[in-house]
């Protein structure tokens, strides 16, 4: 089963793929996870996409491209895999597609994660991230157990650079402009759902849960 969660940033793509992943047994492919990673770690892919990840802007699709096609061939993605963030473009997602074919797999469906705009500025810039496993959390909707603590790794909780307000308007502006056509490229194709994202984090999951897990088991 191989399923793209999309939608602007601050729907909750990250913290409802966390969540489906363990639910289903399949492997969660965060691209913006991976390359906070490799900017943290100084890698050759940290260091090329540290300044585009800083300004809110896409990292190139031919870097992108690498990385996708390195974790789709990851044994753990083999049984199946949620894709958090990737494509972001219509080049990404005819790059996807032709992947998926090398590959013998599939697309099964596109999940649209569907939140007002106004509320994608408080979701984004109250977001904290460990700075140990990366783990998602919010300071009004997700807290963690202990203040600032990872509830998973016991690492500091730190607000991303691009999560401040002015880089989350970047990040919205490139999404309506690059991202957004997305959802009519899927739909056309039959693949799209659409669940409403203005929702509490569980009631989001548990329609995620039927419509993406149950229908496929
Ligand atoms: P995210 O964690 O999905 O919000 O991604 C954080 C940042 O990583 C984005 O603002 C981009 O700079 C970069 N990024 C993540 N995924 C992609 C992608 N598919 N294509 C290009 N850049 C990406």
Known sequence: MHIVLLGPPGAGKGTQAEMLSEAGDLAHVAVGEILRQAIREKTDLGIEAEMYVEQGELVPDEIIAGVIEERLRADDAQK????????????QAEFLDQLLKKLGLSLDAVV?????????????TGRRICSGCGRV?????????????CDECGGELIQREDDREETVRNRLEVYLEQTGPLVDYYDERGLLRRVDGDQSIDEVFQVLKTMVLESHS
Do not use: C, K, M
Request: charged share 20%; aromatic share 14%; proline share 8%.
């Open 137 to 149: 959390y919010h300071v009004e909707f997700n807290l963690p157990q202990r203040d600032n603590v």
């Open 80 to 91: 199946g895999a949620l894709l958090d963030g990737f494509p972001r473009n219509l080049t």
């Open 112 to 124: 649209y994660i569907d939140v007002p705009f106004a509320a994608l500025i408080r979701r984004s």
